[in-house]
């Protein structure tokens, strides 16, 4: 949900700005804007996309000082106002300017009691709010922290704010509240930043602010800094080192991030459950983890598709641990009053690890004392930082909005966690263990792979959905769960309507909407429930709708006849199948999309960090 990014130098800030933009436009890409500290303080903005305002800056927009060593930039995913060139941060006054991730809840008594002063506003968003309440408590107070203090004291919601004052043309002042911030120093600058993508050229090494601190950046002294002061003085931070590359957070090739992301999956996985396994058994190294099979039950906690990777989760540990096992929307959960108990810790599933409904959830769980282990993909974020027990997915960055990586590592280790949780409570031998733990470990790995290498087949049947304007993805049991995650991605990438149904359910209602040529995506991967399966494909051949069916070996000579296109998955095996499965769906999902010609790594309204509630 927006991206920001900020730099004080030895260097034009102008290109530094600019390239943090595009490693931070999966943030958000609705405008973009700068402002540049030099000899004079000038903002740039524009509606569109990051090319639409460097157009502008080429042209010498607003006098602009292209050699300036200092600056803030932003990326917008429009919450208060439309996607327009006066509601593109940063929002500026004759004093400073201002760029803002998050929601400020309380901006229209600010603008309000602002107006009263004298104020007048030109935009309609949230963050000129703060932006002028910065500005009027500065007139007053001309101390850039003590002002950032006092307006953050009047601030309801969540951000990220970074300020550059006229009279301070070499510094930077930030704070947060419920948004990411992360900052550097190099000795060629200091710089700030919403995610670690945009910091990978310059540093693997950063500090993240703890909330309300205020944050300075400084290139005024002998060496570029970042202090960090709270209400009782100056604190130090420990130093997160990030064991990413550049390379891996560029397309290196591809067309698509997703497409490269997408094959990716498999060594993300290795690279996930390899660390985990000792002397063949899966060993998590946190008594929270090592002990679950103790508790009575549990329960998942996520949004989207970390929460499609919880609902396979939920399905793997309930057949194989017999631990009951419910799965939450984190959005919901914290709003419905929930019933906790300690013995029924709380897992929380999350990429970015810094999604506002999950981080929620979270904080209200710790809050009435319940065990919380996080499994995220950004080490350091706040997910991972304020969980009992933090067990990391090693996908690599995620840039494409549409997660497909994360969710094969999410997934595969959900699957571990159910053999884990099976072997503590007895349920299954060492040798039954160790058996699934390799087939986890290395086997699974290695049929994602060959389930990439199926390809050709995907794009032949994507060329099919593109035409088609509504889609339907069936299954059962894991492969209802599946199908769920193959319905959201199909919509959320190529914006054909797609709904998963259960295959049973089918009949009690949505069978109505079953025509001529609609597709239909079966996904059958369990040998106990192929038989259903087919007489549910039977059902909608028999209303013309067209049964794209992704199958195993397994369950082949069952549910092929029954369908007008079959994907054979390399592998049967029931944890693994059904996460070859989804990797199909989503891999038909993005051919589909490329086929049509969306903007497949940026979908329309789409944020990848949903900072937001
Ligand atoms: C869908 C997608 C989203 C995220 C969701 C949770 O492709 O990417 O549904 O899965 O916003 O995000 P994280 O995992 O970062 O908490």
Redesign the pocket.
Known sequence: MCGIIGYTGTKPVCPILIDGLRALEYRGYDSAGVALSGKTLTTVKRAGRISVLEEALAAGEAGADLQAPCGIAHTRWATHGAPTDANAHPHATDRLALVHNGIIENDRALRRELEEKGYVFNSETDTEAAAKLIDSIYAETPDPIAAIRAAAKRLEGAYALAVVFADRPKQIYAIRRDNPLIVAATAEGAFLASDIPALLPHTKDYYRPDENEIVVLDAEGEAPSVRFFGAEGELTHPVCTVNWNVEQAEKGGYDHFMRKELGEGPEGVRRTLTPLVRDGLPAFGLPLMDGLGKMRSMRIV?????MHAGLMGRAFIERLARMPVTVEIASEFRYRNPILSPDEPILL???????AD?LAALRLARANGIPTAAIVNVIGSSVAREADAVLATHAGPEIA???TK?YATQASMMALIAVAIAHQRGLITDEKAKEMTAALADRLPAALEETIALEEQMIEQAKRLSSAEHVFYIGRGTDYDGSVEGA??LK?ISYIHSEAYAAGELKHGTISLITDGVPVVALSTDANTASKMASNMREVRARGGYVLLICTEATRAEVEPCSDACIVLPESDPMLAPICGVLTEHMIAYHTARVMGCDVDKPRNLA???TVE
């Open positions: 996520a949004c989207g598709t970390a599933l999350s990429q970015s690890g810094e999604t999950t909005v549409a997660s994360a959201l991605k959320e990848k960090s949903v």
